[in-house]
């Protein structure tokens, strides 16, 4: 057994956004990535998606998701099951600030972006 003591370090991922990476491949993950989000009023993840499930979870705030062509509003104790290959994004739909966690079935953060200019990988281990 091990135990990690998670990054609490907050990364500038985009302007109004900051995140923890908490679990990954770099801390010896094998499956799972798991990361918090803080966003600004009105801002969150541009459309995207994953080769991978993943689980969105709304700690404060609110938040409105979009999967594919469906919009939700996302309350605090809620998640949302994102499908392997669904564009998807969100939205800090509040008047403070959105605390959402992230977990993926994959230890890398990979994503592909509709914006070619967002970084796709994250997180991955040195490879030397």
Not at 14 to 43: D, K, Y
Not at 79 to 91: E, K, L, M, Q
């Amino acid at each position: 057994m091990r135990v990690i003591e998670p990054n609490v370090e907050l990364e500038k991922w985009r302007e109004g956004v900051l995140t923890s990476m908490r679990i990954s491949a770099v801390v010896g993950s094998h499956q799972l990535c798991i990361f918090e989000q803080l966003c600004q009023p009105g801002l969150g993840a541009p459309m995207h998606s994953h080769t991978v499930e993943e689980i969105l979870e709304v700690i404060e705030g609110q938040a409105e998701v979009r999967i594919e062509d469906e919009v939700m509003s996302v309350l605090p104790n809620q998640s949302v099951i994102v499908p392997a290959g669904s564009r998807h994004g969100f939205t800090n739909s509040g008047a403070r600030t959105l605390k959402v966690r992230a977990t993926l079935a994959s230890p890398v953060f990979e994503a592909s972006y509709d914006d070619s200019g967002e970084l796709k990988r994250r997180y991955s281990p040195d490879v030397s």
